[in-house]
């Protein structure tokens, strides 16, 4: 289905030369001289990639044929990590290009937003935040602490991110996903 410009919004999927894209920012303008037009940045849903593209207001922009499923992560064998449709119990392997830096975060039995194009899976939505124990990391040295110093810590999901001093393992902390840094510790 075609969409008009003056249908764009942020998280709108657009086929752009064959391949998806997702609106992360627009913007109309009307210059005192000359046509409208639409200033954009679009992700590639593919490789990540950000470019800039300007579209002439009332232009026909195809929208792609993206489905998006939440899935369930079961475990990882050797075709890639497993994930269960939630609503059809199909299960089905990914590889770990698709899934990119979301792979540090992955917990069993986690839900997470996979998007499908031409019933391939191309990018995955995680959570902002998981909660995730620290299986190991190194005991904080006393009188470091003045001036907010950290230390690596590595997650049960092998992910490894620098955390508090104060953080011990066995702890069990919050992480943002879209940065992959520590948020806060959370009370047993």
């Given at each position: 289905m075609a969409v008009d410009t003056s249908q764009f919004r942020n998280g709108l999927k657009l086929d752009i030369d064959s391949q998806p894209f997702?609106?992360?920012y627009f913007q109309h303008v009307k210059p005192g001289k000359g046509g409208a037009f639409v200033r954009t940045k679009l992700k590639n849903l593919l490789n990540g990639?950000?470019?800039?593209?300007?579209f002439r207001s009332g232009e026909k922009v195809q929208?792609?044929?993206?489905?998006?499923?939440t899935m369930q992560y079961l475990y990882q064998d050797a075709t890639g990590r497993i994930f269960m449709d939630t609503e059809s119990f199909d299960q089905?392997?990914?590889?770990?290009?698709?899934?990119?830096?979301?792979?540090d975060f992955l917990l069993e039995n986690m839900e997470i937003g996979i998007l499908f194009w031409k019933g391939n899976p191309v990018n995955i939505q995680l959570p902002n935040y998981v909660e995730a124990r620290v299986t190991k990391s190194d005991p904080g040295v006393k009188g470091d602490t003045s001036s907010g110093a950290t230390k690596p810590a590595t997650l049960e999901t092998?992910?490894?991110?620098?955390?508090?001093?104060?953080?011990?393992?066995?702890?069990?902390?919050?992480?943002?996903?879209?940065?992959?840094?520590?948020?806060?510790?959370?009370?047993?």
């Open positions: 997702t609106i992360t990639r950000t470019v800039d593209k300007t929208e792609a044929d993206i489905e998006e499923k089905i392997p990914i590889g770990d290009d698709v899934l990119a830096g979301g792979v092998g992910a490894t991110l620098n955390v508090p001093l104060f953080i011990e393992e066995g702890d069990l902390i919050r992480v943002d996903t879209r940065n992959g840094e520590y948020s806060e510790r959370v009370s047993k």
